[in-house]
């Protein structure tokens, strides 16, 4: 990147060859400059490379094939400049971006453009196994954490137009001999953030040219992305201005056709890279103990574009985006606790201990020198609870002091499980967890003895960044198996199955119609049995079940109807899901239905062979059961020949883990010399549960567990939460980056293959190999809820359908108007209020809840649930909520939408939390999400209760692809347009709305 940053005016024009020199440094260390400052040559040489042409934007496969070539030869000529500036052997290379968007832009890029060039963006960023590093450097992300800007928008224009120690960046560039203002000819929708107002003496305003000038700032610039009309321009694709009658649009065209001036967009794209660096070198002072690891020069990647196989891509994904997290990590983490720890994202401990069994550690909170914060206050923002996973690093009490990347990383740390965290003393216990620095894994160093840990006692409590599955799921992917050819992207090849006798379908077909599942003695669905029929044609199925349509009932009866028609004594069938929780009611699913399902086979003339129904786990040898007859077996149970023939003598196991489970008894297998000719644990049919939640590389290791004739069944949504997405969003502040989204899921990465077209038309890979299927009835919806997300899933040719349920109003039992929510047996209820200064927690909202669910009749046991998208207003809500709250009580459930997917409860509450204005802009990606939205909506069987801002309601993103994500936000804005009535709650306007009743009794279409 080019040095030639500081533009300064000099013998009365502006000077893009000349820089100053830093002749002064404050009692900080930041750098400054006096009127007779130094100046030197520019140094550095500039790059830039866009897209010369439109997209095709109707074929896929040449638009993919331009994008590589365009990452491609970017990147080829970036190698050549670093070699040809380093002039020497070896050096180390730094990067800097201004986003995080930026770095999830490129890796998206190169997710679509070729799988190997993946590898080689890693290689180029100098990733180094057991170097705990920064790879690259967010500038953003820096200046937001050191200073408090005048401004509220955060994107580069906006922050490299405001003065930085008296000097102010200037984006006067020679365009062709001549003199240009860029800020000037991008106005338009990048720099129109600011204008010049006039003010009187007194401060109030006056009349343009009356009154002293200010500069304001009018728009809050968060996204940085230039806008599509600016590359139109360029491609020379825009309508004639003078064919536009509208004087507006047609002014509006005229501006935007500046860009296409030859060289003015190059111009503009060298000048943001100019401001980036000037920006990074204001500020100050520097971390002296990063250190890059040279870069040999004669190793740097070619970007060669011969395709890697999947596995390889899988790979290349699991390592850079650790990578980038512990990058991430160990940026946010050299924060001085003073910062972190009021956020909740850290506890800072003192008396630091181990106990005799040398694993449990205690410590106690210590809030010394953390002006005035009190227990009470940090537990309301804790984004800690029992089961959290954390990181125990050494501090030295000093909260205005940050730690060392060593502290953070090194084997004197701790990995740790959280215990129990007593809010009432501040006592902390942990268990701790040995492990060798990896890849995927921070050093945990061993403990003796009742041993005093780290100097003086004293540490900080943080999330952790070790990934132990992706651990196992690398060492499973480094070998080669026949099934990576079924599922990479570029030619898939699954095996197409023969078509089953058309009579066989048809008896099965009978026995699934007159089949009643218990407990409620109904029979499926028609579209529930045409979706298990379908499995028995095809190799590979995917199967999308929107919420309440009995997606999990309909894996159950797969499963049986496959062991059924083709597996028998001696077989495995391996379950698997993102979580414990889905696998767990799978697997209960199946036991429930066992039984009723092998009598009723048997009366129809079907032979189901015997079922022993085991969960795996990695933790001590235990037998106890998870639900009826499932077993619950450790691994250390499982591994041995013997425990596994005897579990599939004479019958059909089906064998559940999560990711970690499998591939850990898969590990232990592969030692028996004896078993299975020594192919170790192979299953004839995996079942993926929850597949749009597992990240793809995750489902190709466990896809290596299955029999070469094998079958594949992966069960999802891929309209709800995303696997990146499901995480569990603990930076709050800022909302962690959705990285590779392209291919972030195992849903996402099958869909993709079965949608593609083949080169002559129709589907690249036919119906008998791999198919979707879908489920259109939903059960427990109410209609207009159905109605309220039904409009995602005609995106996907889904009409969600539904049983008509009759929306009646009883007796109101109080006076309140909270009242009024209560009297209808099922709806939707819009709470409006007027407060917006609110970010991670509202007191407003909790306020509201608290006075609806105290205005309830007596409800049932476990029959509400509070959804909050952060966790500091669940900790809000789960100290300060009046009502009863926890496992044996009404409202038992108050958690972030990730936790809840795949769960329901007759009344859901959604508390949207953040108001305000600046907040939800920066954030609007995270906060008006469509899969988020859809499954906070979609948990309900009779109320819906939503409460939120106006603030956030009146939001228009400014981005096309973030209003096309509120959609679900405007049209609850829009179906709840009768107002009921309203109150003052702490000084704000409180307002109750819901459909007109027409909408509320399921007519609404």
């Not at 095709?56 to 000529?77: C, P, S, V, W």
């Not at 007159?514 to 499926?524: M, T």
């Not at 979580?579 to 003339?605: K, N, P, Q």
Request: aromatic share 8%.
């Amino acid at each position: 990147m080019g040095d030639n940053s500081k533009i300064r005016r000099f013998r009365g024009i502006w000077d893009s060859h000349l820089e100053q020199i830093s002749d002064k440094r404050d009692d900080r260390g930041r750098s400054g400059f006096t009127k007779d400052a130094p100046t030197r040559a520019v140094r550095g040489r500039d790059l830039v490379e866009f897209k010369t042409a439109p997209w095709k934007g109707n074929n896929y496969a040449d638009d993919t094939a331009a994008e590589r070539e365009l990452i491609q030869r970017f990147f080829h000529n970036l190698v050549g400049l670093i070699a040809d500036e380093a002039g020497q052997d070896a050096v180390p290379v730094h990067f800097y971006v201004w986003s995080q968007g930026e770095i999830r832009q490129l890796i998206e890029g190169c997710c679509r453009a070729g799988s190997n060039l993946l590898g080689s963006l890693q290689q180029l960023f100098g990733c180094r196994e057991g170097l705990e590093q920064l790879i690259y450097s967010c500038v953003r992300d820096e200046i937001d954490r050191r200073f408090a800007l005048g401004w509220t928008g955060r994107g580069l224009g906006v922050v490299a137009s405001l003065r930085w120690y008296g000097r102010r960046y200037h984006w006067r560039r020679k365009v062709n001999g001549v003199a240009c203002d860029l800020d000037h000819e991008f106005t338009q929708n990048v720099f129109d953030f600011k204008t010049q107002l006039d003010c009187d003496a007194a401060g109030g305003w006056a009349k343009p040219g009356t009154g002293t000038k200010y500069q304001f700032e009018i728009r809050s610039r968060f996204s940085d992305s230039l806008p599509a009309a600016y590359w139109h321009a360029v491609w020379r694709t825009l309508p004639d201005p003078a064919t536009v009658e509208d004087s507006r649009l047609k002014n509006s065209i005229e501006r935007y056709n500046r860009a296409k001036v030859p060289n003015m967009l190059k111009t503009y794209l060298a000048a943001r890279c100019h401001a980036l660096r000037w920006l990074e070198e204001n500020v100050n002072p520097k971390n002296a103990e990063i250190v890059k690891p040279v870069v040999t020069i004669a190793d740097l990647p070619d970007f060669h574009l011969d395709r890697d196989d999947v596995a390889k891509a899988a790979l290349d994904f699991l390592r850079l985006d650790q990578h980038v997290k512990k990058s991430n990590w160990i940026a946010e983490h050299l924060l001085p606790p003073i910062v972190r720890v009021p956020l909740g994202r850290t506890l800072p401990l003192r008396k630091v201990g181990v106990g005799a069994d040398k694993k449990t550690i205690t410590g106690r909170i210590e809030l010394h020198g953390f002006n005035g914060l009190k227990l009470t206050d940090l537990e309301t923002r804790c984004s800690f609870a029992a089961g959290s996973f954390v990181r125990l690093s050494p501090w030295n009490s000093d909260p205005q002091r940050g730690q060392t990347v060593a502290q953070l990383t090194s084997g004197v740390g701790r990995t740790c499980i959280v215990q129990s965290i007593d809010w009432s003393t501040g006592a902390v216990t942990l268990e701790s967890m040995y492990a060798e620095a990896d890849a995927y894994t921070v050093a945990s160093g061993g403990s003796k003895q009742a041993e005093v840990l780290f100097t003086d006692s004293y540490a900080t409590l943080d999330e952790s960044v070790t990934d132990f599955v992706a651990r196992r799921v690398d060492g499973r992917l480094q070998d080669v198996y026949a099934v990576y050819d079924w599922f990479d992207p570029i030619d898939p090849a699954p095996p197409a199955l023969p078509a089953p006798p058309v009579a066989e379908t048809d008896r099965v077909r009978g026995l699934l119609e007159s089949f009643r599942l218990p407990p409620a003695d109904q029979p499926p669905e028609k579209d529930q049995v045409q979706a298990v029929l379908d499995g028995l044609s095809t190799r590979v199925q995917l199967l999308q079940g929107p919420p309440g349509t009995g997606k999990t009932t309909t894996t159950a009866l797969s499963v049986l109807v496959r062991i059924l028609c083709g597996r028998g004594p001696g077989d495995i069938v391996l379950l698997s899901a993102h979580t414990h929780r889905a696998l767990d009611e799978l697997m209960a699913r199946i036991d429930r239905y066992t039984v009723a399902f092998t009598g009723h086979a048997a009366s129809s003339g079907f032979a189901m062979p015997p079922l022993r129904l085991v969960k795996v786990h990695s933790g001590e040898p235990t037998m106890n059961r998870v639900a009826g007859t499932v077993e619950k077996l450790a691994v250390s149970v499982l591994k041995t020949k013997k425990k596994l023939t005897e579990l599939t003598a004479g019958g059909v196991l089906v064998l559940g883990g999560t990711t970690a489970g499998l591939l850990k008894l898969a590990s232990e297998v592969d030692k028996l010399t004896t078993y299975n000719n020594r192919n170790g644990l192979k299953g004839s049919l995996l079942v993926v549960d929850e597949a749009s939640m597992m990240v793809f590389p995750h489902f190709l290791a466990l896809a290596t567990l299955i029999t070469d004739d094998g079958r594949v069944m992966l069960t999802g949504d891929h309209r709800q939460l995303a696997p990146i997405t499901a995480h569990d969003w603990d930076n709050e502040d800022r909302p962690p980056t959705v990285l590779y989204q392209p291919f972030a899921s195992a849903y996402d990465a099958v869909r993709r293959i079965i949608d593609s077209a083949g080169p002559v038309g129709g589907p690249l890979v036919p119906p008998a190999a791999a198919r979707r299927s879908a489920l259109r009835q939903t059960f427990r919806l109410p209609p207009v809820v159905r109605e309220l997300i039904a409009r995602i899933y005609r995106q996907d040719q889904i009409e969600l359908t539904g049983p008509d349920r009759e929306a009646v109003a009883g007796a109101t039992s109080g006076s309140s108007l909270w009242h009024d929510i209560w009297k209808w047996n099922i709806g939707v209820f819009l709470v409006v209020h007027d407060e917006d200064g609110s970010k991670r927690s509202n007191e407003t909202e909790l306020e509201v809840v608290n006075q609806i669910l105290q205005a309830a009749p007596p409800l049932g046991l476990r029959s509400v649930a509070v959804i909050t998208p952060h966790r500091a207003q669940r900790s809000l809500f789960t100290s300060r909520l009046t009502v009863p709250h926890g496992d044996d009580h009404v409202v038992d459930t108050i958690d972030t939408v990730e936790r809840l997917q795949g769960g329901e409860r007759p009344t859901v509450v959604v508390s949207a939390t953040v108001s305000d204005p600046t907040a939800i802009e920066s954030n609007v990606e995270f906060i008006l999400d469509l899969n988020r939205a859809n499954v906070a909506f979609s948990r309900v069987q009779q109320r819906l209760i939503v409460v939120c801002a106006q603030t956030l309601l009146d939001h228009i993103p400014a981005e096309v692809e973030h209003y096309q994500a509120a959609m679900l936000w405007k049209a609850l804005r829009e179906l709840c347009s009768v107002e009921i009535g309203r109150v003052n709650i702490g000084g704000h306007t409180v307002r109750l709305l819901m459909p007109p009743p027409t909408v509320v009794t399921g007519s609404f279409r």
